[in-house]
């Protein structure tokens, strides 16, 4: 048996490395940094695969075998096969300066700081269980490697390790991931550091697989022992469910892009197209290895261990422990540790920005009388609520891992997977329906979480009690019909039922709330923008647009909250990019207005960076309306001469294409498409040259016109930015 300091010390020593980790990513040179992050960015994406993977799946895999598949299935159809969707989502999200996924939802509606608010509040409450499930994972395994005396354990408050550990993982992250108030800006260091977890979890579960399995047993040796183990048959000859296995595969392709972390690590964290390309085939790779030994491992727990010994889902640390290999017993439990670990700090990190943006800092800016002054710093405010939230957020994860009792990982993490798949229908939808309001995004995502409380989160306290267990079986007031478990009589498993009548609804309230009114002209601006119409363009009906607010308004408003460091050379870069001078006492344009949003919006998200700028409007307006009227008729201006620019190129009978000084592709017309055979993903704007490049070079050699022949020459001697 190890010694309980060895393995506490162990425990604190790994989360010690992955500052050093941390640390040396922030210092590491750009050129270095560039050649690593083809592998950086697909590991980091492996932070799916938290506890419930290490430690659940195994447990799971014991009761109802291949089942545990469905988690993986739905992750590797949305990122192996669904690519271009990948790529427009960051697209959309680098253009707006996305922070969260609240922030990219509330974008599409209009920049809505409703919605916003209301994607948060989800997604906080969605993803407590899913840490808390960390924090049980962690404490079980402490329990399971610990000598059966404890005596660390009997030491006050110390004692606690998995507040110990809970403490540890909020400082990291505060540490790492809020040091700068610019929410798009790429955290390297703590990326870098849940890259390195990834293969850490990746090894060490291999490894006791491969001890399980060829060590402890041979293959051959492993089936015919399970075959005389009653449990053990049990699992080999469970026939799956076909519609659970469905609905978790639906529920795991939305959580890939929807889960704070995930949107986080595969959105905001991403530099370049090239390394969703990469990710295509790496990440699926990943989730295929680590499951591996899954089965194997839960058929020789099943073997081994008399049943309800040993609690199934530690089964993948109680064998090596069993085979008397502590080295291997320790290096597995510091898998575990690190798939914990890296969920809970990215997960609280993005929660916290939420929390900030959408929901503390929309209830003080109204309020502030040195906001509308334009003299508070808000960059010191924000890394403050975001300090304070990521503890919040992690203290009421560790009050419900103490509410858990013996619920199993996997309940759990479907649990949260369930609330989380409540923002698809606004998220997917917004991305293909233009007539979507935020009025329908809202009540849909309402509708459909108090569904979810009602038929998932409410009966999985209920069970405990004799009041619960008659209030399930019977229904509230003894109204069968609305049993939260059997709704309208409908006699599906739990986990199916609460799904399909939350998604049901939640769908069916989005459309008939977004047909019932008509979108404000905000909304259908956004909606050009996340929906491309292919038609036309009609000229908005804004009137001459003019402004008192003066550039030097501007500037002191991005000071609040970018520093003036960072706004100086922002205002400075903007005037030499359009071969201006910015006179501070002169009336801003709206093009100038637009650059101040989205500067600001790189801190707070694109909701509040509206409502911040509706204030500084509303200084020179008679009411806070006709401040965001005049701001919605600035960026009409912007967005329609764009479209009577994209609409001209279109007439054009030769093919255009413009770059960026970076080589990036922000205009071009359906002839350059035709010309060169084109697929639509290399025409989506900011796709860098060299790919179209590249593509070009794989295509079989044909017979180009002397013009097309100058054009590809010089593309070829372009000079690489």
């Known amino acids: 048996m190890l010694h309980d300091w060895g393995v506490i010390a162990t425990a604190f020593a790994y989360i010690g490395l992955l500052f050093f980790v941390a640390s040396r990513g922030d210092r590491m040179p750009p050129g270095e940094r560039g050649r690593a992050s083809q592998w950086i960015y697909p590991l980091s994406l492996a932070i799916y695969c938290t506890s419930w993977t290490f430690f659940g799946s195994v447990g799971f895999a014991t009761r109802t075998s291949i089942d ?29 300066n996305i922070t969260s996924i609240a922030d990219f939802i509330a974008a599409r509606y209009g920049k809505s700081q409703a919605v916003a608010a209301t994607v948060a509040c989800i997604a906080i409450i969605g993803s407590v269980p899913y840490i808390a499930l960390q924090l049980k994972a962690m404490a079980s395994s402490l329990e399971t490697i610990l000598s059966e005396d404890q005596a660390f354990s009997k030491i ?18 505060v540490l790492f991931g809020t040091r700068h108030t610019d929410a798009t800006e790429h955290q390297h260091g703590l990326i870098l550091a849940i890259a390195a977890e990834s293969i850490v979890k990746l090894v060490a579960f291999i490894a006791a697989g491969a001890f399980v399995t060829f060590w402890m047993f041979s293959p051959g040796e492993l089936y015919e022992r399970a075959l005389k183990t009653p449990e053990a048959l049990r699992a080999i000859e469970y026939v799956p469910s076909v519609g659970n296995f469905l609905i978790m595969t639906l529920l795991s392709f939305c959580a890939i892009m929807l889960l704070p972390r995930q949107f986080h690590v595969s959105v905001v964290e991403n530099s370049t197209s090239a390394d969703v390309s990469r990710a295509r085939w790496l990440f699926p790779l990943y989730l295929v290895v680590i499951n591996l030994f899954v089965i194997p491992i839960a058929i020789a727990g099943l073997v081994i261990f008399p049943f309800g010994a040993v609690d199934a889902d530690m089964f993948v640390l109680a064998l090596p422990m069993e085979g008397n290999s502590q080295l291997l017993s320790l290096a597995v439990f510091v898998g575990g540790l690190s798939a914990g670990t890296a969920m809970v700090i990215v997960e609280c990190v993005a929660l916290s920005i939420m929390v900030s943006n959408d929901i503390v800092l929309p209830l003080v800016l109204p309020r502030s009388d040195d906001a509308r002054a334009g003299q508070k710093d808000f960059g010191d405010f924000l890394l403050k609520a975001r300090r304070f939230s990521i503890f919040a957020i992690m203290v009421m994860a560790y009050f419900y891992y103490r509410a858990l009792g013996n619920t199993q990982l996997v309940s759990i993490g479907l649990l949260s997977f369930a609330a989380i798949a409540q923002l698809a229908p606004a998220f997917f939808g917004g991305l293909f329906w ?40 019977h229904g509230p007031f003894g109204i069968e019909a609305l049993r939260p478990q059997a709704l309208f009589g409908a006699d599906l498993p739990p986990l199916l039922h609460g799904v399909l009548w939350s998604l049901a609804l939640n769908v069916l309230t989005y459309v008939v709330f977004s047909l019932a009114h008509a979108p404000s002209s905000i909304e259908l601006l956004q909606a050009d923008v996340f929906v491309p119409n292919a038609l036309a363009p009609i000229a908005p009906s804004f009137r001459r647009w003019r402004t008192t607010v003066t550039v030097q308004d501007i500037q002191s408003t991005v000071t609040q909250y970018l520093g003036p460091e960072r706004t100086r050379e922002a205002f400075a870069a903007f005037a030499a990019d359009r071969n201006v001078a910015l006179d501070p006492s002169a009336p801003a344009d709206f093009e100038l207005l637009q650059h101040a949003e989205r500067l600001i919006a790189s801190s707070i998200g694109a909701a509040s960076s509206r409502l911040v700028m509706s204030l500084l409007l509303q200084r020179r307006t ?3 309306k006709a401040a965001l009227k005049l701001l919605d008729d600035s960026h009409a201006a912007l967005h329609f001469n764009r479209e009577i620019l994209q609409t001209a190129l279109n007439h054009v009978r030769q093919g255009i294409a413009v770059f960026d000084a970076d080589l990036q592709l922000i205009c071009s017309n359906r002839q350059f498409a035709e010309l060169l055979a084109l697929p639509p993903h290399l025409m989506q704007l900011g796709i860098p040259l060299p790919e179209i490049l590249e593509f070009m070079a794989t295509r079989p050699p044909r017979r180009w016109s002397a013009p097309m022949r100058r054009w590809r020459s010089g593309c070829a001697t372009a000079p690489k930015s």
């Open 68 to 96: 545990f598949l469905a988690i993986y299935v739905g992750p590797i159809v949305m990122v192996g096969l669904c690519t271009p969707l990948l790529r427009r989502v960051i697209a959309l999200a680098k253009s707006q």
């Open 156 to 173: 006050p408050i110390i004692g606690d390790i998995a507040l110990m550990v809970t403490l540890a993982m909020a400082v990291f992250a």
């Open 434 to 473: 233009r007539r979507a309001t935020a009025r329908g995004a809202m009540a849909g995502m309402l509708v459909g979480f108090a569904m979810w409380l009602y038929t998932l989160f409410v009966p999985s306290f209920l069970e405990t009690s004799t009041a619960g267990l008659m209030l399930l079986q």
């Open 622 to 624: 008679v009411s806070a």
